[in-house]
């Protein structure tokens, strides 16, 4: 599709670095199920979000990528991912205030929290918005795909090295 022309190397590299992370992200939850058997409401509200951003940006890779004829079909599952990350953010926000296990901190909060909400509001009204303006909807999903990947990033991170320099010494 000519409206989402040149945007190719940059799903390649996104949607694969996705991939990639949501095989190593597994890795690490089965690391950490093996030393510390983490409480499940501490696993749903802070490694399960890392996994589903990550198949958001693995998802929005392959929406960009199809040959549509159009920008409506793109735009409405586009929409749809938005809509429902930012639904599923929501629920992660009350998991993380109702688990007990872990007291978040104001870091906790704004990657686990405050970024995804931005980063799937970003996807939503990118996708009303791009009938009328493409190249801004198209620069709006490819950052939202991006930040996505970056708090995932994060969040894996900051798990693991939570679990090896503190789950240790407890």
Not at 15 to 38: D, H, K, M, N, Y
Not at 48 to 60: D, K
Not at 108 to 122: N, T
Request: hydrophobic fraction near 60%; charge should be neutral.
């Amino acid at each position: 599709m000519i409206t989402l022309n040149g945007w190719e190397n940059f799903y390649i590299i996104v949607g694969s670095s996705a991939g990639a992370l949501i095989g190593l992200q597994f890795v690490v939850i089965t690391l950490i199920e093996r030393e510390s058997r983490p409480a499940a409401e501490v696993g749903a509200a802070f490694a399960t979000p890392s996994v589903v951003h990550f198949g958001a940006v693995l998802l929005l890779s392959a929406i960009v990528s199809v040959p549509w004829n159009g920008i409506t079909v793109a735009a409405v599952l586009w929409g749809l991912v938005g809509l429902c990350g930012f639904v599923y953010a929501v629920v992660v926000a009350r998991r993380m205030r109702a688990q007990t296990a872990y007291r978040p901190v104001f870091e906790d909060w704004l990657f686990h929290a405050l970024l995804p909400l931005a980063a799937y509001a970003m996807l939503a009204l990118s996708a009303f918005v791009a009938g009328s303006h493409i190249a801004e909807a198209s620069l709006g999903v490819g950052a939202s795909a991006l930040l996505l990947l970056f708090i995932g990033i994060h969040n894996a991170w900051d798990a693991a090295t939570y679990h090896i320099f503190v789950g240790k010494r407890e």
